[in-house]
């Protein structure tokens, strides 16, 4: 069973940094693409970066300039580099896998706070 985990989330001022981490329990090839997502309460869960297998990157137009995803290959993990962070983008961020097939795996999800 794949598994994706989350960790780095936390509380930070409005204009600081965080890293998040997504470690997978096996290589990340085995994925199409992997992403982070983001859920405030009462919205449905938004595609906020992801990365392909051939490394093309995609961002939300509100995060461009300040986030950047990231991996490491051999440490079959996947980074969410967030920068100049608003108070709008606080919300749970889930990662994501997409394989070839139809599974989709999700991890458990990780609590970012930005205070204004």
């Known amino acids: 069973q794949v598994q994706l985990v989350e960790s780095g989330g936390g509380l930070v001022q409005a204009g600081g940094s965080l890293r998040l981490s997504c470690a997978a329990s096996?290589?990340?090839?085995?994925?199409?693409?992997m992403g982070w997502y983001r859920q405030v309460p009462g919205k449905e869960r938004e595609l906020v970066a992801s990365?392909?297998?051939?490394?093309?990157?995609n961002y939300v137009d509100s995060v461009k300039g300040r986030f950047t995803i990231s991996r490491v290959i051999t440490k079959n993990t996947v980074y969410l580099q967030m920068n100049s962070l608003k108070a709008e983008d606080t919300g749970v961020y889930y990662c994501?896998?997409?394989?070839?097939?139809?599974?989709?795996?999700w991890g458990q999800g990780t609590q970012v706070t930005v205070s204004s």
């Open positions: 994501n896998g997409n394989s070839y097939g139809v599974m989709i795996y």
């Open positions: 096996t290589s990340i090839f085995v994925f199409k693409d």
């Open positions: 990365i392909t297998s051939g490394g093309d990157t």
